[in-house]
């Protein structure tokens, strides 16, 4: 939860200004003389607020509280190890036999290019001599240092790869020092004999031991949850409160409501949902909404059962303004009982009054449609009218129009009819 308050002290806003007359810039034109001006006074702030000494409070909290109750939803895990246990040895076998026949495809791979390699070898050596690489000794200057010559020996097979290395003696002057020549011999490469693990025919799968099983996982079950919200100042109140409750039905519910000096922006907003899970599934929902000026509400309830579906939907709504208002109504149902049937029916009516435009205008529309449907036929029914009377800066004027139309359909023919009609007058132009 949070809250938080404060207070403002507006006094300054009483204390008259004085501003005088100003030239403005490349004009020539002079702002006026403003003299004990108030704020408060002439800016309809004192209508607004009422009072300088302005205060708030601001309140926040959210709660949840945990439910007791758990989910239980079933999860055969029984079957999957007995379903384990059975094939394992299956998997045993297969298992064995996949790793032979690739240490064995290793092997045989191995051992051929051994042999190719071998062979190369040996051809080469017997077909070509051993080449030698030899360098001549040199003296270096200055200091006299004398070096032999040096040689490298390489294979027949190859004249990159060194065999033997004679490294040069080198012999100085002076305090005769000598360094004796070495030879150094590498040894042959050859590809080493490959031997696969004996104790590698030994390697079995583990032994599968089947756990102690259980069929259910259980989930906590929603909890409920509440949420406020509330601001106070001495111009406005807000109130807003919200909740989700999980009982034996899931409960939604909205509440907002606003109290100003103002009539225009009071409101109260009303929200309820309730799923109810007894005998089938059924969720219904009722809104509302109040204000000087609009009022309206809705209504809805769709019902799930294994024989049968029903929905049925109805909203209002009502505007009052100075000059004109409004009231809309629309129902919707539709159900599976005995045959499927859906009828919807919207009705509109209105009525405008301006003494300042010289005008009126009053009216409605009403519109029915109805669908029934079986396998063995098909109907629809649509009927439609309107009127609306009136005047014009005092010329008056009326009109109607009318619709109908229905068509029906079955496996031995179709049959349908449309009608409209419709009428207008303009006083002293036509009838």
Do not use: C
Not at 370 to 388: A, C, D, H, V
């Amino acid at each position: 939860s949070i809250g938080m308050n404060g207070d403002a002290n507006l006094d300054f806003l009483n204390i008259p200004l004085t501003i005088p007359e100003i030239n403005l810039p490349y004009t020539e034109f002079k702002t006026p003389l403003l003299k004990d001006f108030s704020i408060w006074e002439e800016t309809g702030l004192k209508e607004f607020l009422k009072t300088t000494k302005q205060s708030f409070d601001l309140s926040v909290k959210a709660q949840y509280k945990k439910n007791r109750d758990k989910h239980s939803i079933v999860v055969p895990l029984s079957m999957f190890y007995e379903f384990i246990l059975n094939n394992v040895n299956s998997w045993d076998r297969k298992f064995e036999k996949v790793r032979n026949s690739a240490l064995h495809f290793l092997t045989t791979s191995y051992n051929e290019a051994k042999i190719k390699v071998d062979k190369y070898k040996t051809e080469n050596s017997l077909n070509q001599p051993s080449g030698t690489f030899q360098n001549h000794g040199y003296t270096i200057p200055v200091v006299n240092i004398e070096v032999s010559p040096f040689a490298v020996e390489t294979l027949a097979s190859s004249h990159v790869i060194p065999k033997a290395i004679s490294t040069p003696s080198v012999t100085i002057p002076g305090p005769n020092i000598m360094v004796p020549s070495y030879k150094l011999v590498l040894p042959p490469l050859e590809l080493p004999v490959f031997h696969g693990p004996g104790n590698l025919f030994k390697f079995f799968l583990p032994d599968f031991k089947g756990l102690s099983t259980f069929d259910n996982i259980y989930i906590p079950a929603m909890g409920n949850f509440t949420y406020d919200f509330s601001f106070k100042s001495s111009v406005i109140t807000l109130n807003t409160n919200a909740g989700l409750y999980n009982q034996s039905d899931i409960v939604a519910h909205f509440l907002s409501s606003s109290s100003f000096v103002t009539d225009a922006l009071q409101y109260k907003l009303e929200g309820t949902s309730r799923l109810m899970r007894k005998r089938g599934l059924k969720l219904a929902t009722a809104v509302s909404l109040t204000n000087k000026f609009v009022k309206g509400s809705h209504d809805s309830t769709i019902s799930l059962t294994k024989k049968n579906m029903e929905a049925s939907v109805r909203t209002t709504a009502n505007l009052h303004a100075p000059i004109f208002t409004m009231n809309f109504k629309q129902e919707l149902n539709g159900n599976t009982k005995s045959k499927p049937t859906v009828s919807s029916s919207i009705e509109l009516n209105y009525d405008f009054n301006s003494s300042k435009l010289h005008s009126t205008a009053k009216g409605g529309i009403d519109h029915k449609f109805s669908l029934e449907s079986l396998t063995s036929y098909f109907s629809i029914e649509s009927f439609t009218k309107g009127n609306i009377k009136g005047s014009f800066l005092s010329q008056e004027y009326s009109g109607s129009v009318a619709n109908e139309a229905n068509v029906y359909l079955n496996s031995k023919g179709t049959r349908s009819s449309v009608r409209l009609q419709g009428a207008s007058k303009v006083d002293g132009i036509w009838n």
